[in-house]
């Protein structure tokens, strides 16, 4: 689907108007957990003076509405949990069972004149657009966590032969990032049951540090470094030769995704480049325009490369939180459901340490419902308004963004800015038409090289030739990997007023 990661944050935004139906129509009042609100809300406040400091504000501005929904989302299920924990669990799995249907279809089964069905692009759990990365493993990621205190703890028998038919699907999607978290949760599981819960029994024991051995044996194996060691050589080119393990690099790039997020703290240490304008930090700071990455593959890194420091640092005590709360779960048999919930919140914040699942909207909305099935507080606020107006609010921005993409798609700009001024798009098609629309384009998107460079052609075109200079001079700085050229235009157009 053409835009189809956009479609799902846009969605995402006006899913909270939706859940707070009921709220219009009965005088309802919510719980909203003190400590956990004030961060979220803390959270949002510094995001927000970052969306006005950032370098794509619609972008960050964006973003912000999505972290808004997410915010909401947790609320509604926090206050639902009871009656949502089963069934989510089973949604979930039967999502994920459905989606790995679809990748068998389109990597194995496809007729020929079906090939429309395989997405192209990335940012979808089903095919491997990126063929160092497979999706797929990603999501089943979550389907094995949440499954495994099941099968190893209360030995469910269903779960325990759903659990062994994935694993051969995990395992061959060759997702280091998901490796690595399966086996450190595993791991963690072996330590506290061992202590804390006696149906653990060694057997339940072996089975566990079988898994745990066995993924970590293949994250070490499937980098092509691995060629070089005589010991473990055969392993990949067995893989390689004959279940289509890709070529890989043992950091694939993160090393530099690393140094570029670094960088742009320290370029931006207050309020970062905005919510979502990682990208920006990359294309500023990447060596060669095939380092840059719309992610570091680390979410605390990204987080602080975009919020700042200010934000940064309430995120990291935000997750903190979540995660400290949960750690009964591994020391007391309090409620299965809850404690799947948090061994698969756990998972996904391993894996977000070294992997971009986090950027999935979709990804990201279950790992904050995750949080909100098994978090816990005993002080809270009553409250019914402030929610049924805030998911209003959201909705109405959501119909704002809907119907200015509508009339671009009609090619009406005019009308696409008056509904949402942030449009990108509409502002680059209506630059011409007067001063007020660049010097808007501007404001709006300080640290966007396309957007720079449309607007030192637009002073050139006005012969205004040292705005034009000055503007393909901050395009230049703001992605030096990929616009070289400027810099002869620059050379080009300083030469022609040498009288």
Request: contains cysteine.
């Amino acid at each position: 689907m053409e835009k189809g990661h956009e479609i799902s944050q846009f969605l995402i935004i006006a899913f909270p108007f939706f859940l707070y139906s009921d709220l219009w129509i009965n005088k309802v009042k919510l719980k909203l957990p003190e400590k956990i609100t004030r961060l979220f809300i803390v959270f949002l406040v510094f995001s927000f003076i970052s969306a006005l400091f950032a370098v794509n504000k619609q972008r960050s501005f964006e973003y912000l509405l999505y972290y808004a929904s997410l915010f909401m989302i947790f609320l509604y299920v926090y206050n639902h949990r009871e009656e949502l924990k089963k069934p989510l669990f089973i949604f979930t799995i039967f999502l994920s069972f459905t989606i790995l249907g679809y990748s068998i279809l389109i990597n194995y089964l496809l007729p020929a004149g079906w090939e429309f069905l395989i997405p192209q692009r990335g940012y979808q759990y089903v095919y491997a657009f990126y063929k160092t990365h497979n999706p797929l493993g990603s999501l089943l990621l979550i389907t094995l966590s949440l499954m495994l205190p099941h099968a190893l703890v209360f030995r469910s028998w269903i779960y325990s032969l759903l659990f062994i038919f994935i694993l051969p699907f995990f395992l061959l999607s060759y997702s280091r990032s998901s490796y690595l978290a399966i086996s450190l949760i595993a791991m963690l599981l072996i330590f506290f049951y061992r202590r804390h819960n006696p149906v653990f029994s060694k057997k339940m024991f072996f089975i566990t540090v079988s898994l745990a051995g066995l993924c970590l044996f293949l994250f070490f194996t499937t980098p092509a470094a691995s060629k070089n060691i005589p010991i473990i050589s055969g392993v990949n080119n067995f893989l390689e030769n004959n279940f289509d393990l890709p070529y890989k690099t043992f950091v694939s790039g993160r090393d530099q995704y690393f140094q570029q997020a670094i960088k742009g703290i320290i370029n931006k240490p207050l309020f970062g480049f905005g919510p979502g304008n990682y990208v920006y930090a990359s294309f500023k700071y990447a060596k060669t325009y095939q380092l840059a990455a719309e992610t570091a593959t680390n979410i605390f890194l990204e987080i602080f490369a975009e919020n700042g420091l200010t934000g940064g640092v309430v995120f990291f005590i935000l997750i903190a939180t979540i995660i400290r709360n949960g750690c009964r779960f591994l020391t007391e048999r309090e409620d299965l459901w809850q404690g799947s919930f948090y061994v698969g919140f756990l998972t996904m914040f391993i894996s977000f340490q070294t992997d971009y699942s986090q950027r999935y909207f979709s990804y990201f909305m279950f790992f904050i419902i995750f949080a909100a099935i098994f978090y816990k507080e005993d002080n809270h606020w009553q409250n019914g308004l402030f929610l049924k107006f805030s998911s209003l609010i959201l909705f109405i921005f959501f119909q704002m963004i809907l119907l200015s993409n509508i009339f671009i798609k009609i090619n009406n700009y005019q009308i696409a800015f008056y509904f949402y001024p942030l449009n990108q798009e509409a502002g680059n098609r209506l630059l011409y038409r007067s001063p007020f629309y660049a010097n808007l384009y501007g404001t709006l998107f300080p640290g966007d090289s396309y957007s720079l460079e449309q607007l030192g052609r637009y002073y050139e075109v006005k012969d205004d030739i040292g705005q034009a200079i000055d503007y393909y001079q901050k395009s230049y700085e703001a992605y030096p990997a990929d616009q070289q050229h400027l810099l002869e235009k620059i050379k080009t157009i300083k030469s022609s007023l040498i009288p």
